[in-house]
């Protein structure tokens, strides 16, 4: 079980280490028509795995409420919900694109407050991967190995835009290629380590699993609503974005179903 959890725990962050290389040998910046694309197929694996790998789970799991199977997952994606809106006025960011500064006041620099945009990111990403591990440690969820990995793979391929999102621009504003690599790196810290330390509270989520798996697909739908999708419909080829979110929810729903 050790390496099977390892795999999943470490798949994200290497999804987005691999895009974050983009800048060693990428010479230009990424094109805003590559980028609304990127970002949309982000969106739509996003917004997939809290369908298809969380909500979907939380409702069968809880199947013994009868008529009101509902109720976990409603209210862990409504706490999943809060709990986002609440580190989106805590943490000092701002949003892709934009020097707009969000979060509590701060004298962080652009670069480290770029990094906590994507750790806002990542860290309902992080327990999402936890908690289906957790569940499947746990062995009582109905979560296999392979539905488990398939989300692991799937936040991997989402991460790698978004590592070459961070670590591009970073370059093309005079920082090192080196530096901008790490910088990109060090974004999707946050992932493993949420996904971590959900593992190791397991015994207590155990009993509350349904509520875990819809919070992290609450958490993870808020980052798809309020930093995605607007980055997607104001961009001018919203068009692209958009297809691609089809594509990356396609994607996701595939690899959920056919090897799940």
């Not at 230009?28 to 694309?37: G, Q, T, V």
């Given at each position: ?132 591990y957790a569940g ?57 380590a949420a996904a ?65």
């Open positions: 079980m050790l390496p099977n959890l390892l795999k999943g725990i470490l798949l994200p962050l290497l999804g987005t280490s691999l895009g974050s290389a983009c800048v060693l040998f990428m010479k230009k910046n990424i094109s805003n028509k590559l980028r609304s694309a990127l970002i949309g197929f982000a969106a739509g694996v996003m917004f997939a795995a809290s369908v298809w790998s969380l909500i979907i789970p939380a409702v069968e799991s809880s199947l013994s409420y009868g008529k009101l199977a509902f109720l976990p997952a409603l209210i862990g994606f409504w706490l999943g919900i809060v709990f986002l809106i609440a580190l989106d006025h805590l943490i000092p960011h701002i949003h892709l694109g934009s020097m707009q500064k969000e979060g509590v006041k701060s004298r962080f620099g652009k670069n480290t407050m770029l990094i906590f945009t994507v750790a806002l990111h990542n860290i309902p990403e992080g327990m999402s991967v936890g908690v289906v499947l440690i746990n062995g009582d969820s109905g979560i296999s190995l392979a539905s488990a990995l398939v989300l692991s793979i799937g936040i991997a391929v989402q991460n790698f835009p978004e590592g070459a999102i961070i670590s591009m621009p970073l370059a093309s504003e005079g920082m090192g290629k080196g530096n901008s690599f790490i910088y990109g790196v060090l974004s999707g810290v946050a992932e493993p971590i330390l959900t593992i190791i509270f397991y015994e207590m989520i155990a009993c509350t699993l349904p509520y875990m798996l819809a919070f992290a697909a609450g958490a993870m739908i808020y980052v798809v609503v309020e930093e995605l999708v607007p980055e997607i419909s104001e961009a001018e080829n919203s068009d692209i974005g958009t297809l691609l979110f089809a594509l990356g929810f396609s994607v996701m729903m595939v690899l959920d179903i056919a090897l799940g």
